[in-house]
């Protein structure tokens, strides 16, 4: 089946720095990329979907300068978590589309901001 | 617009019993309508989708799920439970008309099998 991963699975990074978070369709061409976020014991919220090639369209409340997303190939999508902050610790997980738009998940990335 | 509800927070069941995790949605045409499990700190794991057609779905690890068009209901079953289908559990849906839309997940359902 369809393999989407994501690097790296856990970081924890200063106040103040950017972390970027890469998703990676291993065995497919995703037309569409989405970013989720999940506070703990929550369910998994869309901050943006990205398209290859063009800008990314971000939820309302989601701060496009601070949630960086780049779409650069059919198989690679970034996030890039600029001037980071506490408040910006949570689990994010990334889902990649094909053509038939069947959409698969990565495993997450869990980032922890002190 | 689309929208899942999954109106239970906490399911318990004991060990061997059937369980039962409800889902109902709302979609302006017909749904896609997925369900998905989740392990601590760990990304979701598919286990079964409807698309069209038999409105029993079989997915994976024993689970199933029947959809129930009047009820616009999707509830997950299983028969017999296991300690390790402990787990959080969401129900997504996708307005089948809309291709460019991703997935609608509900709040999800914490379930506690216990020995």
């Known amino acids: 089946g369809a393999v989407v991963s994501q690097h790296p699975s ?7 720095t950017s972390v970027k978070i890469e998703c990676r369709s291993l065995d497919f061409q995703a037309t569409t990329m989405f970013w989720y976020r999940q506070f703990p014991k929550q369910s998994l919220m869309l901050m943006a979907t990205s398209n290859e090639g063009s800008k990314a369209t971000y939820e309302q409340g989601v701060e496009k300068d601070k949630f960086l997303i780049n779409h650069a190939s059919l198989t690679l999508s970034t996030l890039t978590v600029t001037s980071a902050h506490p408040e910006d610790s949570s689990f994010y997980i990334c889902s990649a589309r094909d053509r038939r738009y069947e959409q ?5 990335t869990r980032l922890t901001v002190t | 617009a689309q929208s899942v509800a999954q109106p239970e927070d906490q399911v318990n069941v004991a060990e061997g019993n059937p ?21 601590p700190n760990r990304g979701l794991q598919f286990l079964l989708k ?20 009047s009820q616009t209901s999707f509830h997950l079953k299983k028969p017999s439970a296991l300690v390790s289908d402990s787990a959080l559990y969401f129900c997504a849906v996708r307005d089948r008309a809309s291709g460019n839309t991703p997935l609608v ?9 216990i020995a």
Request: charged share 15%; proline share 3%.
């Open chain 2, 105 to 113: 997940f509900g709040k999800g359902t914490r379930l506690s099998v």
């Open chain 1, 104 to 108: 698969y998940f990565g495993p997450g």
């Open chain 2, 19 to 39: 369980l039962t995790v409800k889902c109902t949605y709302s979609v302006s045409g017909n749904p896609y309508l997925f369900w998905y499990v989740q392990y």
């Open chain 1, 10 to 16: 856990w970081v924890i990074c200063k106040s103040g």
């Open chain 2, 50 to 69: 409807y698309i069209t057609g038999d409105n029993l779905v079989k997915g994976s690890y024993g689970f199933e799920a029947e959809f129930n068009k």
